[in-house]
């Protein structure tokens, strides 16, 4: 009898070990079914003597029930979960969960029953049935999908399906994927072009690990050149997976890449269908999908010979995972290429300052592409000063601004407003007694939308709606909104130009890939003429026919203060300014802002990122930040506020004294509640060579804390709240 380690999908549980049944054919990596008490659960056969178990007992050893028709894990992915889980102090099953993100890609069904509009209308209708049916509208899926999507009970759908408004379709789950065809329509690349994309492939062609930074200004056509090194890993057979920050940047990406390939990619993100997860995992982990592109948790799959990863706008902080595993994707992404052994490239106009230092200090390649593409010009900058050249009271828009939004729609061209801020306005209060509305889960202001007619919490999702009097003083009619949000940037353009077709840009407005490309479609068609959005705007558009960009406030960036509020704002305000005159009119872009000779602010204007990024880099350097030095995050958090700050205040007694580590708090978090929780936050600042995992790993090991209260620590930290 042989006794294997098994790794279950539950963090509680760890590892377990179990009796293999004669004949059955299992190796380390293979997905299993086990039985624990009277469950069947599922887990991933280990490597020996790589994980700690509890010894079992020989006879009592369960055996395993099923090996799951699946390939098993490869010894390169185990050792990423592992090195995954140790660098971001995370459980491993927490992230093997990641790998087997779809159930039904590894068990048995192969075809799903799923239901869509037949034309047909019910011969009783109901307000329910009225609201699916609208909502549902040409969209196909299960009947827990179509429940969801028509905001309705399952029973709706089934009414439904009964009456024959819904119709069956029978979907198969293993229907194979096109191939896309390198030959398809290779681009005429210009001279710089070609001289980078030689570099690429030059590097694909090798298959050693090689990080490759992959700069170039916007508008340089970076994915133009990089798609030649994803062409020449299928010439050779390797899988591909190309990461994109944002699910709203897909739609327009698939476009470009069909029109190059011949055919559309495996798309891999959260608002797929579950027969559309399954067909996608199985196709990866069998090596037949030969390019994926997708989000961040895309980068756990078991692809069967990745080959090439590109992440592309690699200096976007949507990499950052936030909650779970709190894992960078972008350096997950270098340390799985270094694992399999193949060139990881992080594309970017703004790379990040660790990346830029990596390239310094010569442990990553960098590619340069200077110019823009073709006829195409850099956008002229100039700021708007605040203070000499205001916008009326209670508006936004400064008369330079709204000028020079006038000359553009005369011109017959596309104007985009950018304010990194959803709703109508950020807070709400009583203009009688000062009532502010607060989130009552969280420390944070309810937020005004007005499209949605309600009351926001952007923290928890907690909404209300606008109530029509004051909760505290009862006043009727009190309410103001304070500040602005992009809706009421674009109410603001509409009332100056009642005749522009305006659109309204962000997350509550494209959450999906379709949403993009229908916002694309609009704009290439001419029907929209001013844009206003938030940062979901600000990259991989290309609207030739868009020539100016408003930045309505630069400095808001700036406010939050953490380490890299000014290299953000950079970032974000050269990238915006990039969607302006891609095409061949010239593009201009308007900086509103109070702080005009703010270092960060002169840069943009200049046009000298090189020594803005050098005096980044200098003050970093001194202050220890990353990357010359590196922070941990602690967060303990409890519903109950004296729990929280007791075992917060434990786990700060207790912090060793290390030379070269500085243990900062506990203090209450910026944002003290969220989502019903108080929270403490530690903040740990170390020398760079200190193994701060380590300590920390042993520094909590010996603490204990109530089950209620939770302690969870942020490896190298993008927030600080
Ligand atoms: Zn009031
Ligand atoms: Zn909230």
Redesign the pocket.
Same mark, same amino acid.
């Given at each position: 009898m042989t006794r294997v380690r098994v790794l279950t999908l539950n963090a509680a549980l760890g590892p377990l070990d179990y009796s293999v049944p004669e004949g059955m054919p299992v190796v380390p990596g293979s997905i299993v079914r086990i039985p624990l008490g009277p469950r069947q659960i599922t887990g991933v056969v280990w490597d020996e003597g790589r994980l700690e178990a509890e010894t079992v007992e020989a006879k009592r050893l369960r055996p395993i029930i099923a090996l799951y028709d699946a390939p098993p894990l490869k010894p390169s992915m185990r050792r990423l979960m592992e090195w995954v889980a140790d660098y971001y102090l995370s459980p491993i099953s927490a992230v093997l969960r990641m790998a087997l993100s779809s159930t039904s890609g590894y068990s048995g069904e192969k075809t799903v029953t799923e239901y869509r509009a037949s034309g047909g209308m019910p011969e009783r209708m109901t307000p329910k049935r009225e609201q699916a049916l609208d909502l549902i509208g040409d969209e196909q899926g299960t009947i827990r999908e179509l429940s969801e999507i028509g905001e309705v009970s399952d029973a709706v759908v089934r009414g439904l399906v009964k009456a024959g408004a819904l119709e069956p379709v029978e979907v198969s789950l293993d229907a194979p994927f096109p191939d896309p065809d390198p030959g398809f329509a290779p681009p005429a690349l210009e001279a710089g072009q070609g001289a980078a994309a030689e570099r690429l492939v030059g590097a694909v062609k090798v298959q050693k690990f090689t990080p490759m930074l992959l700069d170039g200004v916007t508008g340089s056509g970076k994915t133009e050149v990089y798609f030649e090194a994803v062409a020449e890993a299928l010439r050779m057979g390797k899988q591909v997976l190309i990461m994109l920050p944002e699910i709203a940047l897909t739609e327009p990406f698939l476009n470009r890449f069909t029109a190059r390939f011949g055919c559309e990619p495996v798309t891999w993100h959260s608002g797929m269908r579950q027969s559309e997860r399954r067909r996608a995992w199985r196709a990866i982990a069998k090596g037949e999908a030969a390019v994926t592109v997708g989000a961040r948790s895309s980068l756990f799959l078991p692809y069967a010979r990745l080959g090439l990863i590109i992440v592309d706008e690699a200096h976007e902080n949507t990499y950052k995972q936030e909650e779970g595993v709190m894992y960078h994707a972008r350096d997950v992404a270098v340390m799985r290429g270094n694992f399999e052994n193949f060139p990881v490239v992080l594309a970017s106009a703004t790379p990040a300052l660790e990346t830029k230092q990596m390239v310094e200090i010569g442990r990553y390649d960098e590619v340069t592409l200077p110019a823009r593409y073709g006829a195409a010009e850099m956008p002229t900058l100039e700021t708007v000063d605040m203070l000499r050249d205001p916008p009326p009271r209670g508006h936004w828009l400064s008369p330079p601004l709204v000028q020079a939004i006038e000359e553009t729609l005369d011109r017959k061209e596309q104007a985009l407003l950018f304010l990194n801020r959803r709703g109508f306005a950020p807070l709400t209060l #009583?203009r009688? #007694?000062g009532?502010r509305f607060e989130c009552p889960n969280c420390t944070a202001w309810m937020v005004e939308h007005r499209l949605l007619h309600r009351l926001a919490c952007h923290h928890c999702g907690h909404v209300m709606p606008p109530p029509d009097h #004051?909760p505290? #003083?009862e006043?009727d009619d009190?309410l103001v909104a304070c500040g602005p949000g992009v809706e009421r940037i674009a109410d603001e353009a509409a009332s100056l130009f009642p005749e522009a077709k305006i659109a309204v840009v962000t997350s509550d407005t494209i959450w999906s890939p379709a949403k993009a490309g229908e916002f694309v479609a609009r704009m290439e068609a001419g029907d929209i003429d001013i844009v206003v959005g938030t940062q979901l705007v600000t990259k991989g558009y290309h609207f030739p026919n868009l020539t100016l960009v408003g930045v309505v406030d630069a400095d808001l960036g700036l406010k939050g203060g953490d380490l890299r509020a000014a290299e953000r704002t950079f970032q974000q305000i050269t990238q915006v300014s990039g969607r302006a005159g891609r095409g061949d009119k010239p593009g201009r872009v308007l900086i509103q802002t109070h702080q005009p000779s703010a270092p960060v602010i002169e840069a943009l204007v200049s046009g000298d990122a090189e020594s803005f990024y050098a005096a980044e880099t200098d003050a970093r350097r001194i202050a220890g930040a990353p990357p010359f030095g590196r922070y941990a995050g602690i967060v303990i958090s409890s519903e109950d506020e004296g729990q929280a700050i007791e075992a917060a205040r434990n786990i700060g007694t207790a912090a060793p004294e290390i030379d070269g580590m500085l243990v900062l708090g506990p203090a209450p978090a910026p944002l003290a509640m969220l989502r019903g929780r108080h929270r403490q936050r530690i903040l740990v600042h170390a020398r760079r060579a200190l193994d701060v995992q380590g300590v920390i790993r042993e520094w909590l090991e010996k603490i204990e804390w109530p089950r209620t209260v939770r302690v969870t620590v942020d490896i190298d930290p993008y927030s600080f709240l």
């Open positions: #009583c009688t #007694c009532h #004051c505290e #003083c006043a009190s």
